[in-house]
């Protein structure tokens, strides 16, 4: 005789299917909640557990997933899992968790019948299935730069950041047909909004080039709208994250845990790609690497474009002023100095010429004083930078949650101040939201 265990903290319900299962010939156990019921299981290794998701003392997912750990003691045992919500994340969590068939309640006696004698599971395929292909939106002629997010850290909404803005980073780069994105921070949501009033109807193609995968860079993708496009595609390059690769990190902060849609379960089309090469092409577009001086892989792009290069360092610390510095660990010889001084070169040959430099200045040199190691800069350094390696524009970026709009104006008037000092032509400016740029060649401010 085959046995079927009923777990479900409703007595109404144990009673309707066991009398069910008993009249088709069923032996039938019954617990009244998770606990009770992963030890009958044990207990009586019945051929079927149904069992209710969200129950007193272990729910569902903890069932199954106990369950599936005891395989050897439990072989060929069919979970059905029963709810009474009908969300699609429950589902595929249940899937995931070890169950081979999902109801919603209200469900009928003879579903549960009919599942138990039948062989097939009905395990939810993860991908969305691809529409019709819709032709592919052709981005506006105009080379451009667009500031969607230029704060560090976390999102600063408020009547104090209004001016320069308060999400997280995020610029869009348009460029010889390509739309590229750079970084996901909170802005990309903004952005999002912008793409899909602008291709409504047609499929977008994109790319998304991460610096790093710390928080405030990746915090926005699940709000990015044209992600949630079929047809879309977005392309998602970078480097190696720190412990896990790109698309395992995007996905954790899309777990159920965190988010109710995973990335697997966006319709559009996304692709990662994990860069081993400093160098690659997004179309005609050459994009460069460096590698910046911040916790984790983290890199700074370059990018050639038909009318004038982008650099991006959003997240960057000088060598040199934080090895060297007094409350700074390690040794301070003439060795390191010289080590120092010929890695923060090598970023200034990086960025010999550039046209456009997106460059961290989230601190000024006074509080620098107590973020040594944090992996950002002074804007001191930015601008000496900038100067050195001859830039024609330089954006002060990655402001700092606690600056308000006045302490950032403040900062880049001091920097145009010491760009003075230089009798230098490069223009400064802090990088503030909904700010647009056009890549033109040659062009001064
Ligand atoms: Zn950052
Ligand atoms: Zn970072």
Redesign the pocket.
């Known amino acids: 005789m085959k046995s079927a265990l009923l777990i479900d903290d409703d007595p109404i319900v144990r009673k309707v299917l066991s009398k069910a299962l008993s009249t088709a010939g069923w032996a039938v156990h019954e617990a009244k909640d998770g606990e009770e019921g992963i030890q009958a299981a044990l207990r009586h290794r019945p051929d079927a557990v149904i069992c209710d998701l969200l129950m007193p003392r272990c729910n569902g997912f903890q069932v199954c997933r106990a369950l599936r750990e005891q395989a050897d003691h439990l072989p060929g045992l069919k979970i059905i899992v029963t709810t009474h919500r009908g969300f699609a994340t429950d589902r595929l969590n249940a899937f995931e968790s070890g169950a081979d068939h999902y109801l919603v309640k209200p469900i009928l006696a003879e579903d549960i019948l009919q599942l138990l004698t039948s062989k097939e599971t009905a395990k939810a395929s993860p991908s969305a299935p691809a529409g019709a292909p819709v032709p592919a939106a052709q981005l506006p002629a105009g080379n451009l730069l667009r500031f969607w997010g230029v704060r ?2 976390i999102p600063t909404p408020g009547p104090n950041t209004v001016f320069y803005g308060g999400n997280t ?1 995020c610029v869009e780069l348009r460029a010889d047909g390509q739309l590229i994105i750079l970084d996901s921070g909170s802005g990309i949501r903004l952005l999002g909004q912008r793409l899909v009033e602008e291709f409504k109807g047609r499929s977008l193609e994109l790319t998304l080039l991460l610096t790093h995968t ?1 928080w ?2 990746i915090q926005g993708f699940p709000f990015f709208a044209p992600a949630y496009v079929a047809n879309n595609q977005v392309h998602i390059q970078g480097y190696e994250g720190y412990r896990k690769g790109l698309e395992s990190t995007l996905a954790v902060q899309m777990e159920s845990s965190y988010f109710p849609v995973g990335l697997r379960q966006l319709p559009s089309n996304i692709t990662f790609s994990e860069q081993r090469e400093m160098e690659f092409h997004v179309g005609p577009v050459r994009v460069r690497a460096i590698f910046a001086n911040h916790p984790s892989v983290c890199v700074g792009y370059r990018l050639d474009t038909s009318t004038g290069s982008v650099a991006f360092l ?2 960057h610390e000088s060598y040199a002023r934080m090895r060297l510095h007094p409350r700074a660990g390690g040794p301070k010889g003439q060795a390191t100095l010289d080590y120092c001084r010929a890695e923060d070169q090598k970023l200034v040959e990086f960025l010999r010429g550039v046209d456009m430099l997106i460059l961290d200045a989230q601190y000024d040199e006074a509080e620098y004083q107590t973020h040594i190691g944090w992996g950002h800069s002074c804007y001191e350094d930015s601008v000496a930078t900038a100067l050195a390696a001859g830039a024609q524009h330089l954006f002060l970026f ?1 402001h700092d949650p606690a600056h308000d709009d006045a302490r950032v104006s403040r900062m880049v008037g001091h920097a145009r101040e010491l760009a003075g000092t230089h009798n230098s032509t490069m223009s400064i400016e802090a990088a503030r939201e909904g700010l647009e740029v056009p890549l033109l060649k040659g062009q001064r401010a």
């Open positions: 560090g850290s980073t710390h405030d860079h959003p997240d990655h």
